[in-house]
């Protein structure tokens, strides 16, 4: 069983920033595609809604929703099995519950595990 934890939400005042963090434990080889979403859960808890943010393949490519270019910044550590999410300049159309969705590698055949986190709350308010 693998999951995967967020961390690092908080209040925060506009042009500040924050790093979130996304821990995986459990049966894990090693990361494979990470990436971060986001939500309004007042608009909607539709998962199939959830706002692309930024990602990251095992190569280390990353890439970024038009909205948070030059301002987001996405990473791994794999020796941690942990991804963050680097959020600067922020502004209050960030608020959002910001979800960790991953792609592990689980054994030495290929075999690999997908899914979410539980969310961690930003809220960007003066």
């Known amino acids: 069983q693998v999951q995967l934890v967020e961390s690092g939400g908080d209040l925060v005042q506009p042009g500040g920033s924050l790093r979130l963090s996304c821990a995986a434990s459990?049966?894990?080889?090693?990361?494979?595609?990470m990436g971060w979403y986001r939500q309004d859960p007042e608009k909607s808890r539709d998962v199939n809604q959830r706002?692309?943010?930024?990602?990251?393949?095992?190569?280390?490519?990353?890439n970024y929703a038009d909205s948070v270019k030059g301002r987001f910044s996405i990473s791994t550590d794999n020796a941690k099995n942990t991804v963050y999410l680097q959020m600067n300049s922020l502004k209050p159309e960030d608020t959002a519950l910001y979800y960790c969705?991953?792609?592990?590698?689980?054994?030495?055949?290929?075999?690999?595990?997908?899914?979410w986190g539980q969310g961690t709350q930003v809220t960007v308010s003066s």
């Open positions: 969705n991953g792609k592990v590698l689980i054994d030495r055949y290929g075999s690999t595990w997908s899914g």
């Open positions: 459990g049966r894990i080889v090693s990361l494979n595609a």
């Open positions: 706002e692309f943010v930024a990602g990251i393949d095992s190569s280390g490519n990353t």
